[in-house]
């Protein structure tokens, strides 16, 4: 899926393995869908045990992050060489979601949930966002862009050739489904030049942004230099997730979301998307995923272009930690922080806040699970009342 997208719930499926597209917002959110018989083949051929496997399964489902057995081997966790202990840190989806709301008050859910509130708030904070250019949902009102929810008047809008390139999400969506990514318009032919290379006419990519629920039009963002020069135009972000403590914001863990191909966003659903662990001490990327589960590949190159992932330091990585720890405080009602900041040319912009976020991209990249003393820690303080 790539370029303009208009996926629904209903007209999509994953496949037996992960990291492939198209996918669904209810697919995304939920467990992963594994094919277990195909993941315990390759368990057994690398010589482990039914018997242990049923055990460990059946701990783990029954441990603080109630893992689930699609769980266990999207992780490939039957090949960790780590002790149980450090196995019952990772945490499923089932778990998840009811820390994030032991971790929040609901009345600031709205504040990360609804894209428009949360630039209002952001501008507000004089914290940094991509340029916008316009937004389509009827009834609402920002100072830094106008309202046009006219299909005619839209297209009008998107014939200027100053809008591009350009981005554009759902006011109120998530995992980057139905964006859309545009390099340019072509007056000959009244066109859309989109990301992925086709065209689609400017008045049907008008009414498309000018429908329900509507949309942020923003100048799309072009990424750090250096990160172009070795790996391609795709933009990257990072994915901090923050713990706001008494004692003030804990950044708890960090991953590189890398881009690839023509994708238009670096969710890691995204086929060929690849997930870097990011030390945080020094902003430097230790460790590479792309796939889960059986097809869970390690520390390989970009596909792109080659180039070695591991080793590459996030640009301006003590300005952009520096700038999360403040707009955490601006959010302090969520304390559990998921927040995706973009790696530009122009320095790290932030991209979008999540109460919680999902904890798997963090788990899949580091390798380890996310449920350590510190989270612990910081559950229990937030009132959290299930098995730790």
Known sequence: MVGWETTTTSETTMSNSTNISPASYSQLAGIPNIDLSENLRAALAAGKRATGIAAEVLALRRGPGRLTPQEYFYYRLWDAPQERANKQCFVGKIAQHPMHVAAGAREWFAASGDKILFQSVMDGAGLRTPKLTAITQAGRYLPTAPTITDPAALADKLRDASVYPLFAKPVAGKYSLSVLSADSFDSDADEVLLLDGTRQNVVDVAASLADRPGFLIQRRLAPAPDLAARFGPRLWSARLL???????????????????????????????????????????????????????????????????????????????????????????????????????????????????????????????????????????????????
């Not at 930690?321 to 040319?345: C, E, H, N």
């Open 242 to 388: 923050v713990l706001v403590t008494p004692s003030g914001p804990v950044i708890h863990r960090a991953v590189a979301k890398i881009a690839t191909g023509t994708n238009p966003a670096d969710n890691y659903w995204r086929q060929g998307n690849r997930l870097g662990a990011i030390d945080l001490a020094s902003g430097r990327i230790t460790r590479v995923v792309h796939g889960a589960g059986a097809d869970l590949v390690v520390d390989a190159p970009h596909p792109d272009t080659g180039a070695a992932i591991v080793g590459t330091t996030v640009p301006g990585w003590r300005d952009l930690t520096d700038m999360v720890r403040t707009a955490s405080q601006v959010f302090a009602g969520i304390r559990t922080q998921s927040w995706d900041i973009a790696l530009t040319a122009d320095g790290p912009v932030f991209l979008e806040l999540n109460y919680g976020g999902d904890l798997n991209l963090h788990q899949l990249a580091h390798g380890a699970g996310v449920l350590d003393e510190t989270y612990r820690e910081h559950l229990q303080r937030c009132g959290y009342r299930g098995k730790l």
